[in-house]
């Protein structure tokens, strides 16, 4: 794993997307793995302003996010499908009929998971993945487990999860109790992965994820065994890690 050290969210933002531009510019019909969370907002934006500028071209490019709340339509100011596009898709060029997330206003959960790795499969599998990381070290909503999940899969939120989505909900209440999302397998399967984490209450959990043992207790660890992944975290955010960097 290799680990670029950033100065603050926005110095982060502005290099992951800058990863993100180089592998469409070298790729233009890529296949990106996308993710929501408030961690991947600023590189959007940059995203978004390289696409204003004429530097990077969606126009060929498919996507697939890692997670929808399940029991949300596309249309809930809250799903992850309104997410991208607010914060996304509406602003550049990914061709609407390549836009992929998992749809969580399907009942059958296991049909619909079925169907998004099906989808996966016959583009041609990911090539570049973006994930950020939950407080739990989750991954996309792969919640600590005894062991790693496969496939997309239907899952039941932690508590601590709940608790930390709240803030985009009026209450904890109406925060959805499942979700489907890509298993740890399906992100493995990506050709290149980008993680990015930022901020102080990551520390302790990017230094589990990054350094501590490969457990499914700590979903994120799971990255130590991909060949090609790129963590951009903040100085907050690598705080607890000291000379483990050295
Ligand atoms: C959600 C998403 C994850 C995301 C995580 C962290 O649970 N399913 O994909 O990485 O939140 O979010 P944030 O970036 O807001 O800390």
Redesign the pocket.
Known sequence: MKIIRAKDYNDMSRKAAGIIAAQVILKPDSILGL??????IGIYENLIKGYREGDVDFSACTTFN??EYRGLTADHDQS?HYFMYKNFFDSVNVPRDRINLPDGSQPDAEKECARYDAAIEAAGGVDLQL?????NG????NEPEDTFPKGTHCVDLTES?IE??KRFFASADDVPRQ?Y?MGVQTIMRARKIIIIV??QN?AEIVRKAFFGPVTPQVPASILQLHPDVVAVVDEAALSECGDLLK
């Open positions: 993710a929501t969370g408030s961690s991947p890692l997670d992850y994930l950020g990381m939950g407080l989750h991954i996309g909503f999860t930390a989505n979700a999302t930022s901020g990551k």
